[in-house]
Structure formats: C-alpha cells, structure tokens
C-alpha cells in the first residue's frame, strides 16, 4: 500500500482533525478564517450526519439529504482547509500520526482527535447481531426500510402479525428512545393511514405494538420528575407501551427475551441502550474511561501530550461540578470553538485556557405537540406546544446550512399543517429478508 506522509509545504502550523461531526467541523470551521494555519479534515464519510434528527429519517419524516451536510461544501472556499474522505485505524499521539486504513498517514503539528460515539450492547447476546442501532445515516435508512418492509410484509399477508411482524421493541427510554418511540406511534397512527382509508387500504395498523422497555424506574432519566410523567403520558396517548424496570437480556433474529422472563416475538428491535466512543478509542494509545471516552485536561489537551486534543462525544470532559459532561450536540460544538481557539493561542505563544461550557439545556420531542424542554443553566421547565416550538427552532437553528434549515422546514410544516410526510419509500432490499419461520413460538 502506498504510504503518504503529508509534510509541511511552507511555514504554516498543519492541524489534523479526525472526524468531521459537530466538534470536528466547528473546529475546522474556526481554524479555516486563519490563512496562517493548514487544516487536513479526516473522515469515513464526506459528510456530515446530524444525528438528533436520524429519527426523523428512520420515520420517513424527513429525507437522508436534509439531514447530511457535504463537508466539501461546509468547508468550500477556504485553501487552506483540505477534506479527506478516509477512515483512521491508528493513532500515535507521540508523533501525532494517524494511519488510515487505506494505507495513508498524516501528520499534524496539532492533532485534533473528534471521532464520535456508537452503539454499546453491554455485551448483550445477539444485540449487536440482530438490533439496529441509530447512530448515523446508515442506521436510519436501514431502519426506516425494515419498519416499512414489516408493514409490507403484514398488508401481503396478514398471519405475519402473529409471528411479530408489527412488534417494534425499542431498548433505552432516554431522549433517543423516547423520541424514536413517540415518533413511530405519530407514524403508525396518523401517517400510515392518511385518508379515509389509509395508505394500506385493509392493513390493521392499531394490531401494531411499540414496547419500549428500560432497566430504570422512569423515561427520560436526565429530566425533572414532571417531565417524566408528562413524557410517559404523552407516548401512552401513541400507543407506546412502556416497561420500565425491565431489561432486555437476549436478541434474537425474531424475538427478545426481557428480564422478566417474557419473550417478544419481534423482527424490529431498536437499540438505543447506550453509547460508547467508536471503535478508534481503542488504538489510540491513550487513557480511557469505561465508555472508551479519552480523558482530557481543562484545556481540552490529553495529559502527556500538548499537541493533541480530543473533543466531543470521543471525550471525557469535565464540568463545573468535576462530573462528565454529556454527549451532547452542544458540548461537541462548543469544545470544537474551543479547541480551535487553544491553538490559535498555542501557535501565538500564548497559554490556553480552560474550557467552559455554556449550559443551554435538555429537552427531547415525543411528538407531535409534545415536548418537554428545560431551557438554561437554572431548568426553566416548559412542555407541550410551547416545548414543542422550542424543539423545533433549536434543532432547524443547529442544522449546517441556511437550505437544509428551509428544507427541514417546509417537511415539517407539510406534516404538522398537512398531516403528510416523505413517501415511505422502502430502498433496502437487504431489509426484506426475514426468516419467518425462524422463531415462530408465540409470545
Ligand atoms: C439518535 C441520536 C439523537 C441525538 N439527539 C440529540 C439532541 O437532540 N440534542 C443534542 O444536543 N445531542 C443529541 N445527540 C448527541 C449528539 O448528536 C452528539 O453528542 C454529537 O453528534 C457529538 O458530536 P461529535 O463531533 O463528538 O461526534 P459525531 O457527530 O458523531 O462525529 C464524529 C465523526 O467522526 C467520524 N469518524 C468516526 N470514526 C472515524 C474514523 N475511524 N475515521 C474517520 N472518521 C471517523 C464519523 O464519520 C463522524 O463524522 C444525539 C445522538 C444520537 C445518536
């Protein structure tokens, strides 16, 4: 394999960013008013994924591309930013230099490492194999295709629904569970069946069941007591069935078995369990924390080695109270300004500063109408339309582009005023084939 090291053409400072999501663009983005620092911007994808909407793509709500943003086009217009579509298999903070898998290397004078998080089964049996997780385009497309595919399948022949063909077991009642959950009751119940008839003309859609099961004692853990009930309230009024206090011990290919002993009979289980830093954290060299997040200092840097810095979810950063900060799309944005920033006054000579991470809130969609938000550092609690409003503007003002923020609208003003949404265009074949016989006991 060919191996490249990418030197320094001239005097400029070379930064090497690995990952291009919302730490490793905003970083990017910052760095690139500079003319007098080189960017190489490394990711697997040439885009970029916002992942607080993949459920909306899962649920044919929005398109793929209203939520992926070209990383060529982010960055167009700046020469001394280049993007490089390539996955990195190893690090070496020493010298900063990551190898990629098709056989590059580059070399930073800074090296910036912001490469995510993904699904962590907690060594659940079968999780990894059978569930779909929803962590990035590829999840959501795969998944939207085997929740279109199981309505198919039960409109053809409607036996399959007794073989669990409209069972959509979803794990983790936290805000990706919760807005997966809510969204695939508003979809089943309203979207489905549009008209008088609806789309499946004598597919009994209310035979679907939507369990969403967790090990804690409430949904939306993260949130104020009030917020749970009224989140819990609102996906009972979709149909979602919520089982908490139960985990799900084993995945099959049609079926999970909870800790209660009960079995689901189910070719759709959604995991939403946990998150863990990708897969790179464990060839970087680096110290880690149980969810493989790279420990860093105040100043974003890695003990041991100024040059290097890690950001966003591939971080373990501390807050005001010590704690660690959460996955957050804000944390990943803002500690990218910062990183950006701490270089910017390394290369003039001058000591970087500690982060500091503007709180702004959490809040989470359960659906139509319903949101529950808690604004600011003091929790200003809101639910419903208000929560819902809120929602809607935070999400179209994080998005990358001023086209996507217009598009994402106009799809969310044709479901809310129109009651429609995108064609539920089922494009994965691979998601058709299914084992019916495979696991045929009843529930
Ligand atoms: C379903 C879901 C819903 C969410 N909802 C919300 C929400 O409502 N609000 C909120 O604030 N946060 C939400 N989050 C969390 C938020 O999306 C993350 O905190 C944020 O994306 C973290 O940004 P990041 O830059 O650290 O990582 P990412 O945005 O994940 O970016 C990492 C990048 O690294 C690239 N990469 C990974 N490995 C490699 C490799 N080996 N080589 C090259 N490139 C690599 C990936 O392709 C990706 O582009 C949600 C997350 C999920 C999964």
Redesign the pocket.
Known sequence: MTESTEQEPNSKKHVVI?????????CARKLAAHPHVRVTL????N?????????QVATALLAPDNIAFSLRGTLGGHPNVDVKM????SVDPNTRVVQ??QGHQYQGDFLVL?????ANFFGTPGADEHSYP???LHD?ERLRSRLLAMVEYADRDHSLIGKGALNFVIVGAG??GV??AGAFGDMLQTALKRGSRGIFSDLALDKAQILLVDGGHAVLSAFTPAAQTYAAKMLEERGVQVRLGTRVKEVGSGHVVLSDGSRILTHTVIW?GG?KA???SNNVGLKTDRGGRIDVQADLTVPGFAGVYA?????NIAGKDGEPL????????Q??KWCARNILLDIAGKPRESFRYLDKG????IGRNAAVAEVGEHRHELQGTIAFAA?IGV?AA?LTSTRAKIEAFVEWAWEYFGGSRGDPILDRTEELRIDWDDDSEDT
């Open positions: 690995v990952g291009g999501g919302f730490a490793g663009l905003q490394l990711d697997k994808n885009y970029q994924q916002f992942q607080p909407l993949l459920y390539t996955e990195v298999v990629t898998a912001a490469a995510g998080s993904q929803l962590y990035s959501a805000p990706t807005e997966t939403a998150l990708t897969q790179l950001l966003g979810d591939f971080a959460p996955q957050l799309a804000s944390v990943a944005e500690s990218g959490i809040m989470a969609m929602w999400h994080l």
